[in-house]
């Protein structure tokens, strides 16, 4: 639309009003729109950030005792329960005096995850008709102690009422003790008895081994 100069200085341009004495824009140029009001926007909640994992090597590589994670690694590894005190035997039940002998002039004990320890010493004594075991093997490797009394001695095997404790074998710190009636029995030409409740304490076999 052409301009008109005897025109009122008040055209209104779409949807205003323009308030000026001055000649009102050329029709190239374009008038701003007005602005929309505009909904209101979500807040947007940040995701939560994830714990970063421990560094360091993983747990079923760890050796070091002072390592932090190591103490983890070894809550986990299964330790048996405290044992509690057996029932006295009155009187151990002897079916064969040959056996019987041999029992009291036993040569020692052993546990095969002491690789390098000499044989231990097991004494047996006849207490008031009750013979009674007690004996040790130790090195740097571990520990294993035997203590109790036998309920009967057969031809090839007898029972042993008692604890037996192994010590940081095959592994440092662990813990392994049981009591109860355990047989020890010897198989063929073979010049030992051997516990026959071998496994016990994390799934492991534990040879106790009585020799005569």
Same mark, same amino acid.
């Given at each position: 639309?052409?301009?008109?100069?005897?025109?009122?200085?008040? =055209?209104?341009?779409? $949807?205003?009003?323009?308030?000026?004495?001055?000649?009102?824009?050329? $029709?190239?140029? =374009?008038?701003?729109?007005?602005?929309?009001?505009?909904?209101? /926007?979500?807040?947007?909640?940040?995701?939560?950030?994830?714990?970063?994992?421990?560094?360091?090597?993983? !747990?079923?590589? %760890?050796?070091?005792?002072?390592?932090?994670?190591?103490? %983890? %690694?070894?809550?986990? *590894?299964?330790?048996?329960?405290?044992?509690?005190?057996?029932?006295?035997?009155?009187?151990?039940?002897?079916?064969?005096?040959?056996?019987?002998?041999? %029992?009291?002039?036993?040569? +020692?004990? /052993?546990?095969?995850?002491?690789?390098?320890?000499?044989?231990?010493?097991?004494?047996?004594?006849?207490?008031?008709?009750?013979? *009674?075991?007690?004996? /040790?093997?130790?090195?740097?490797?571990?520990? !294993?102690?035997?203590?109790?009394?036998?309920?009967? =001695?057969? $031809?090839?095997?007898?029972?042993?009422?008692?604890?037996?404790?192994? !010590?940081?074998?095959?592994?440092?710190? $662990? *813990?392994?003790?049981?009591?109860?009636?355990?047989?020890?029995?010897?198989?063929?030409?073979?010049?030992?008895?051997?516990?026959?409740?071998?496994?016990?304490? +994390?799934?492991? /076999?534990?040879?106790?081994?009585?020799?005569?």
């Amino acid at each position: 639309m052409p301009w008109e100069s005897n025109a009122s200085p008040e =055209i209104c341009f779409s $949807r205003w009003a323009w308030h000026s004495p001055l000649p009102p824009p050329s $029709r190239n140029r =374009i008038l701003a729109q007005p602005s929309c009001p505009r909904a209101p /926007t979500r807040a947007i909640r940040p995701r939560p950030r994830s714990k970063p994992r421990p560094s360091g090597p993983p !747990l079923s590589k %760890l050796r070091c005792k002072g390592h932090p994670r190591n103490r %983890l %690694l070894l809550s986990k *590894r299964p330790f048996s329960k405290p044992a509690a005190p057996w029932r006295p035997c009155k009187k151990t039940q002897i079916n064969d005096q040959a056996a019987y002998e041999r %029992l009291l002039n036993n040569s +020692g004990v /052993t546990l095969q995850w002491l690789w390098s320890a000499k044989r231990g010493k097991m004494n047996a004594i006849d207490d008031n008709d009750v013979v *009674r075991l007690e004996g /040790t093997q130790a090195n740097h490797e571990g520990t !294993l102690k035997v203590k109790g009394e036998v309920v009967s =001695i057969g $031809r090839d095997s007898f029972v042993l009422r008692g604890t037996i404790l192994i !010590l940081d074998a095959p592994d440092k710190g $662990r *813990r392994c003790e049981r009591t109860g009636d355990y047989e020890f029995k010897a198989t063929g030409k073979r010049k030992y008895w051997r516990m026959q409740q071998m496994e016990a304490c +994390g799934g492991l /076999t534990d040879y106790v081994d009585i020799y005569y």
